[in-house]
């Protein structure tokens, strides 16, 4: 009877780590959180949390539930949930949120915009209902005594 060995696959021991001395250029897909503490360069999608710490540095495009950035960022960044931003944080770019913890000394440069709030416009923004021309009044003369 052969020996088989069980594997844990609970979401506590599921995080892709990119370690300090890690550069990568290219794309990270998963469902899982992700930390990164090296150079990343590329897109990311997870459903998780996203992470950069301190020495992290990110470049391109990220689309995640939430995110802690304490490093930099650059680029355009997507959350659907919390947005944190940390106090040696550098965030350069456009970012999609409509959950913002941003500390004191936060170093921000570029676009916040609350997806939200743009869906809301976008419907309050819906032009009017198109009528038929109406025929012009007809032109009165002056009456004269």
Do not use: W
Not at 4 to 20: A, F, H, L, W
Not at 51 to 68: L, N, P, Q
Not at 104 to 132: F, M, Y
């Amino acid at each position: 009877m052969p020996l088989e060995k069980k594997i844990d696959s609970s979401p506590m021991n599921n995080v892709t780590r990119i370690s300090g001395d890690t550069k990568i250029i290219g794309n990270i897909t998963t469902q899982h959180d992700i930390r990164i503490d090296g150079y990343l360069e590329g897109k990311i999608k997870t459903d998780g949390k996203l992470v950069i710490g301190e020495t992290g540095i990110c470049v391109g495009e990220a689309e995640c539930e939430s995110v802690d950035i304490s490093g930099a960022f650059d680029g355009v960044l997507k959350v659907s949930e919390l947005t944190s931003l940390r106090e040696k944080c550098v965030f350069t770019g456009e970012l999609h949120s409509d959950q913002l913890s941003v500390e004191p000394s936060v170093r921000i440069s570029g676009q916040l915009i609350s997806p939200e709030l743009s869906k809301s416009k976008d419907k309050k923004s819906v032009p009017p209902t198109v009528s038929a021309p109406r025929e012009p009044a007809p032109a009165v003369a002056p009456e004269t005594k």
